[in-house]
């Protein structure tokens, strides 16, 4: 694909959104009073995802606009562009393809002169037989006794997506054999994940895109000298080559550190990471679920990803949900987005989406250096319901900001159970989905004064009691959380982000925002252990918190 990004701005279709913005407001109860199809004509599947849009801010001619709006900013050839492998990661000069992580075996799809989908598999493969000989037990520690803790190391998409996906999965994991994760830099990390292991019986998977990261290689040298330590008398050779592992796109880094070039899994630079849980960035998660199940995963972001290619724009729904976040960002002052799932196990799906979409997106130059000519990104957060309907939903609900928030549930629970009440049964699953439902319906059509009247209510506490509604929703709804489903609802994020970040002309694929910060914690660091001229680099806030770190530290 040639050429610069298009400024949004400057398209007939941002005017035309730009006026229907200001003709009217939207006005979610007379719409759904005017239009007894609108639920029909805005509900559309993904895979084995039904998504209903029709509590958000969308009308027919506003999604019509919209969708100009990506035909003239050339999103679909911006997609079309990712999937074939051309450098759509313009600062770093890199091919995007994630996608190509959960191709077929039997597909194909050569890319600066390699048949990338043979690589993928033939790395699959060994992470698989891998996976395998720890599940059963074949592959021991030094001291000849079977896995029976496996640690990732890793932070970011090295950590986010396995973590968030070991939770998810919780149903699908093998008994007698844990994961646990360390990422944090914070000393309380390593030492809190590692209480009460046992280094003959404890694996460790250090998962480095670069292995260039100052928090995993610190902590995998911590992990190190506590597995040398609790096996003090063993062959130090042999132990790291018992129980360390790697995943990494710099294999000679991983021999640099003592890691046997048999037990490393490589991937590439074209996958980001955030974007990385699928290739052997999710070695925990294939050892904690198996092969098979890891399989329907990536099969299920397979089936996400023909969608996003294949459908027509009307009923593609990664292209209709991510321009619809461009209509709240651009054209309602949206500042954040609330992810909700209706379902405990994703309690870390919002803190994965936080990585996913605002490392993405959140830039402020376009990928040919220009700036940005209106908002980019959002705020993504969240946590399960009903927790949070017991935290932060008074905000969503009467607060004076607009949060458009996404519902998710699932027809099934992962765990069924029963309520039994005075010889009354209740199924637990379907007192949660009433939640979901109930507060999506008051999100969206509210409580007028009259009806709070209507209840008795004292007349000075009407105001409060009032629910203006118009407050839009998204339901994303599926049978069950299995590992297909989680990876179409993983692969959905991937591509609206992938969709706004085109809209916006961004390149949605580096982070260069991440890289100040990493710089000048290596400058501080000498001038917190005392180095006087890397003191007096500092500024004057800085200095006076290091002198306050030096009076209060214990010695
Ligand atoms: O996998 P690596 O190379 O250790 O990087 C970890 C994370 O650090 C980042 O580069 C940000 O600092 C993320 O993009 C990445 O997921």
């Given at each position: 694909?040639?050429g610069?990004?298009?400024?949004?701005?400057?398209?007939?279709?941002w005017s035309r959104?730009?006026?229907?913005a200001?003709?009217s407001?939207?006005?979610?109860r007379a719409?759904?009073?005017?239009?007894?199809?609108?639920?029909?004509?805005?509900?559309?599947?993904?895979?084995?995802?039904?998504?209903?849009?029709?509590?958000?801010?969308?009308d027919?001619?506003?999604?019509?606009?919209?969708?100009?709006?990506?035909?003239?900013?050339k999103?679909l050839?911006?997609r079309?562009?990712m999937?074939?492998?051309?450098?759509?990661n313009?600062?770093?000069d890199r091919?995007?393809?994630?996608?190509?992580?959960?191709?077929?075996?039997?597909a194909?799809?050569?890319?600066d002169?390699?048949?990338v989908?043979h690589?993928?598999?033939?790395?699959l493969a060994?992470v698989?037989?891998?996976?395998?000989?720890?599940?059963?037990g074949?592959?021991t520690?030094?001291?000849g006794?079977?896995?029976?803790?496996?640690?990732?190391?890793?932070i970011g998409?090295?950590?986010l997506?396995?973590?968030?996906?070991?939770e998810?999965?919780?149903?699908?994991?093998q008994?007698g054999?844990?994961?646990?994760f360390?990422?944090?830099?914070?000393?309380?990390?390593?030492?809190?994940?590692l209480?009460?292991?046992?280094?003959?019986t404890?694996?460790f998977?250090?998962?480095?895109k670069?292995?260039?990261?100052?928090?995993?290689?610190?902590?995998?040298?911590?992990?190190k000298?506590?597995l040398?330590?609790?096996l003090?008398?063993?062959?130090?050779?042999?132990?790291?080559?018992r129980?360390?592992?790697?995943?990494?796109?710099?294999?000679d880094?991983v021999?640099?550190?003592?890691?046997d070039?048999?037990?490393?899994?490589?991937?590439?630079?074209?996958?980001?990471?955030?974007?990385?849980?699928?290739?052997?960035?999710?070695t925990?998660?294939?050892?904690?679920?198996?092969?098979?199940?890891?399989?329907?995963?990536?099969?299920?972001?397979h089936?996400?990803?023909?969608?996003?290619?294949?459908t027509?724009?009307?009923?593609?729904?990664?292209?209709?949900?991510g321009?619809?976040?461009?209509?709240?960002v651009n054209?309602h002052?949206?500042?954040?987005?609330?992810?909700l799932?209706y379902a405990?196990?994703?309690?870390r799906?919002?803190?994965?989406?936080?990585?996913?979409?605002?490392?993405?997106n959140?830039?402020?130059?376009?990928w040919?250096?220009?700036?940005?000519?209106?908002?980019?990104?959002?705020?993504?957060?969240?946590?399960?319901?009903?927790n949070?309907q017991?935290?932060?939903?008074?905000?969503?609900h009467?607060?004076t900001?607009?949060?458009p928030?996404?519902?998710?549930?699932?027809?099934?629970?992962s765990?069924?159970l029963v309520?039994?009440?005075?010889?009354?049964?209740?199924?637990?699953?379907?007192?949660?989905?009433?939640?979901f439902?109930?507060?999506t319906r008051?999100?969206a059509?509210?409580?007028?004064?009259?009806?709070?009247?209507?209840?008795?209510?004292?007349?000075?506490?009407?105001?409060?009691?009032v629910?203006?509604?118009?407050?839009?929703?998204?339901?994303?709804?599926?049978p069950?959380?299995t590992?297909?489903?989680l990876?179409?609802l993983i692969?959905?994020?991937e591509?609206?982000?992938f969709?706004?970040g085109?809209v916006?002309?961004i390149?949605?694929f580096?982070?260069?925002g991440?890289?100040?910060?990493?710089?000048?914690?290596?400058?501080?660091?000498?001038?917190?252990?005392?180095?006087?001229?890397?003191?007096?680099?500092?500024?004057?806030?800085t200095?006076?918190l290091i002198?306050?770190?030096q009076e209060?530290r214990h010695?």
């Open positions: 694909m040639t610069g990004p298009v400024d949004p701005t400057s398209t007939p279709a959104l730009t006026a229907l200001t003709a407001a939207p006005d979610l719409w759904f009073a005017a239009d007894p199809d609108r639920v029909d004509r805005l509900t559309h599947t993904a895979g084995d995802l039904t998504v209903d849009l029709s509590k958000s801010f969308l027919a001619d506003v999604v019509a606009a919209l969708l100009d709006l990506a035909a003239q900013t999103v050839e911006r079309d562009a999937y074939a492998g051309e450098h759509v313009v600062t770093e091919a995007v393809l994630h996608t190509a992580l959960r191709l077929p075996a039997g194909s799809l050569e890319v002169g390699q048949d989908v690589d993928v598999h033939e790395v060994r698989y037989a891998f996976a395998e000989k720890v599940r059963d074949s592959w520690g030094v001291t006794e079977r896995i029976r803790t496996v640690v990732n190391i890793g998409g090295s950590d997506g396995p973590v968030m996906t070991y998810a999965l919780a149903p699908y994991r008994d054999l844990e994961c646990r360390i990422s944090n830099i914070d000393p309380t990390d390593a030492a809190t994940t209480q009460g292991l046992d280094p003959a404890t694996l998977i250090v998962s480095s670069t292995f260039g990261t100052l928090e995993t290689l610190t902590n995998a040298r911590l992990c000298a506590w040398l330590d609790g003090a008398g063993q062959d130090e050779a042999d132990a790291v080559r129980h360390f592992v790697a995943v990494s796109t710099a294999l880094k021999a640099d550190f003592g890691i070039p048999d037990n490393a899994f490589g991937f590439w630079d074209w996958v980001g990471g955030r974007y990385s849980l699928d290739s052997a960035i999710g925990s998660l294939a050892v904690a679920i198996g092969p098979e199940r890891f399989a329907e995963l990536l099969a299920g972001f089936t996400m990803d023909e969608h996003f290619r294949d027509e724009p009307s009923r593609n729904v990664p292209l209709l949900m321009l619809l976040n461009v209509w709240y054209f002052g949206a500042q954040s987005h609330a992810v799932p405990q196990l994703l309690h799906f919002p803190a994965y989406l936080q990585q996913l979409t605002m490392e993405s959140g830039k402020g130059v376009r040919d250096g220009s700036p940005v000519t209106t908002d980019t990104g959002e705020i993504f957060w969240g946590e399960p319901g009903t949070g017991h935290a932060f939903y008074q905000l969503i009467q607060g900001r607009l949060i928030a996404d519902f998710i549930a699932f027809a099934n629970p765990y069924p309520d039994a009440v005075d010889g009354q049964s209740t199924d637990v699953h379907e007192l949660f989905l009433a939640n439902l109930a507060q008051a999100l059509f509210g409580k007028t004064a009259d009806e709070v009247r209507a209840e008795g209510t004292a007349e000075d506490v009407v105001p409060a009691r629910f203006e509604g118009n407050r839009p929703t998204t339901s994303i709804i599926a069950e959380l590992p297909s489903v990876g179409q692969a959905l994020y591509h609206l982000t969709v706004q085109a916006w002309g390149d949605s580096d982070q260069w991440v890289e100040l910060g990493k710089q000048l914690a290596q400058q501080v660091g000498p001038a917190i252990a005392g180095d006087a001229d890397a003191l007096a680099e500092q500024d004057a806030s200095r006076a002198a306050y770190y209060h010695r």
